[in-house]
């Protein structure tokens, strides 16, 4: 069973950095074709790919926020950790986690609410 | 990166068929066939639907389908229920190794 849960602060005050943990079971991000993304959601606005990181340790991100984003698993502990520097207000969002196979973001977690506020 | 372009809102009747469509400006979309769409329901995760234009994964119902035309993608539910209404949103892959996702629609049943 193939589960994924995100984790890390709920209020960030602006200018810091973002840290959230993804940690994941059902499978293992060694196994070959698999990924796991970060997406974003502003409350009450569309869906948002941030970056995502693959088996092969290989990571890509939105241009858009490429400057201020990191990913970088640990394989051991099942967890894939996405940063973000200088948090804006505009940054508040629900922030889920999903994995990608040879379907596209077929498991996701619950999400985060992550809030930016001085 | 460019938008994916959905309408804002589509309605019908339980029993009646909707169609949402989905516009690509990139060179991609019209080439790759990296489609998917995802229903949410409020306060939940996305749940994949439609994936490569036209595939369902298991567990899906046989009444959600995918089609694409040139720059435009179209999901399709026929038969609609009122478990059917939430938010439903495109995707597509990209030849910078990236993922779009469109602005969304909402889907209101009557």
């Known amino acids: 069973q193939v589960t994924l849960r995100e984790s890390g602060p709920a209020l960030v005050k602006p200018t810091q950095t973002l840290t959230l943990t993804c940690t994941f079971s059902g499978f293992s991000l060694s196994t070959s074709g698999l990924s796991v993304n970060w997406v974003r959601q502003p409350p009450g606005k569309a869906l948002e790919w941030l970056a995502f990181i693959d088996w092969d340790d290989q990571k890509y991100y939105n241009s858009s926020l490429k400057t201020r984003l990191s990913i970088f698993k640990d394989t051991s502990k099942n967890q894939v950790v996405l940063t973000m520097t200088n948090m804006e207000p505009v940054d508040t969002a629900t922030y889920y986690c999903?994995?990608?196979?040879?379907?596209?973001?077929?498991?996701w977690g619950q999400g985060t609410l992550v809030t930016v506020s001085s | 990166q460019s938008a994916l372009t959905q309408p804002a809102s589509v309605s019908g009747s339980p029993g009646q068929s909707i169609t949402i469509s989905c516009t690509g400006a990139n060179s991609d979309f019209l080439r790759y066939n990296y489609v998917s769409w995802y229903q949410q329901h409020p306060g939940k995760a996305p749940k994949l639907m439609i994936y490569e234009v036209n595939n369902r994964p298991s567990g899906v119902s046989n009444r959600f389908s995918g089609s694409k035309s040139g720059y435009t993608a179209s999901l399709t539910i026929s038969g609609l229920q009122a478990e059917d209404e939430a938010d439903y949103y495109c995707?597509?892959?990209?030849?910078?190794?990236?993922?779009?996702f469109g602005g969304g629609t909402k889907l209101t049943v009557l």
């Open positions: 999903a994995r990608t196979s040879s379907l596209p973001f077929d498991y």
């Open positions: 995707s597509s892959y990209t030849d910078s190794d990236t993922w779009l």
